[in-house]
């Protein structure tokens, strides 16, 4: 085994280990915190399936602008976790918590049966990619930015009507109401 | 070389504990949280299959796209919490269970 597996089976045992802490813990903070150790070992398997920029744009705007979001909100919706934090600490999964528990693992097992049976390594079109295949000394940014001026424009500016579409519903459901 | 099928099985298992966080979770914030679970699985799935795709970059050029919508949908939920929370004075999605006003 290679270094580089080694690296990216860490960062895989990275992911899933804080993404079950994530929704094991009672404790709302420390959720989020481990959430943002998620999404950051996400990127380094991004990194790993030779996609450096979309590396870059997880780490830039989900640890840079969504999770101060979901901080902020915290703070705003939930005072009073934070002015009694101490009945909070049960630390085990309830009874109740089983019929999600068996619906996720249910969703596992059929996912991974279905990966299992599709064959992904054996599809016609990965077998005979050849010279379409990346490389880790390609230049993936520059092909992404003619990608997306030319062959890509419409979704872009889709995307970005939309992106300001939601700025403007964002900024007016959360405004203050004016007194009459 | 690590093989294709690694990537969706770590995909598939980040998309079961997002399943299991919007099933079981009592506050609206974790639900987001697993929502968000759910869409890196996709854009994990995405990302690996543009490995064989160098000239056309759909998969990496969808995956940003994605990352975006991601980020929109975060924005407008949580203006939409914080005004939950300022009628209800709660965020727990059992709780709140009214139409009208």
């Keep these: 085994m290679g270094i580089e597996q080694l690296v990216f089976y860490v960062f895989a045992v990275i992911v899933l280990a804080s993404a079950l ?158 007194k009459p | 070389m690590i093989p294709l099928s690694h990537y969706l099985i770590i995909s598939a298992a980040l998309f079961s504990i997002g399943v299991y966080a919007v099933l079981s979770k009592r506050n609206a914030i974790m639900i987001l949280v697993g929502i968000e679970f759910m869409l890196n699985a996709a854009i994990l799935n995405f990302v690996a299959f543009s490995k064989h795709d160098k000239f056309a970059a759909s998969g990496q050029v969808f995956a940003l796209f994605a990352i975006v919508l991601a980020a929109a949908a975060v924005a407008v939920s949580l203006a939409i919490i914080l005004n939950v929370y300022k009628y209800y004075k709660t965020i727990d999605p059992t709780q709140i269970d009214k139409l009208r006003d």
């Design chain 1, 21 to 178: 802490l994530v929704v094991a813990n009672k404790n709302l903070v420390r959720s989020i915190f481990l959430f943002f150790i998620t999404l950051f070992s996400m990127a380094g398997l991004f990194v790993f399936a030779l996609a450096d920029f979309v590396a870059i744009t997880q780490i830039v705007i989900y640890v840079g602008g969504v999770l101060v979001l979901m901080i902020f909100a915290f703070l705003l919706s939930n005072k009073h976790i934070l002015d009694n934090p101490d009945n909070l600490k049960t630390g085990v999964i309830g009874l109740h918590h089983l019929p999600g528990i068996l619906v996720a693992f249910l969703f596992f097992i059929v996912i991974v049966w279905s990966v299992s049976l599709a064959k992904v390594e054996q599809l016609e079109w990965i077998q005979h990619s050849g010279d379409n295949t990346l490389k880790p000394s390609d230049n993936t940014i520059h092909n992404i930015g003619i990608n997306l001026m030319t062959r890509y424009l419409l979704p872009f500016e889709v995307v970005s009507v939309f992106l300001m579409m939601a700025l403007i519903g964002a900024a007016h459901l959360a405004r203050k109401e004016r």
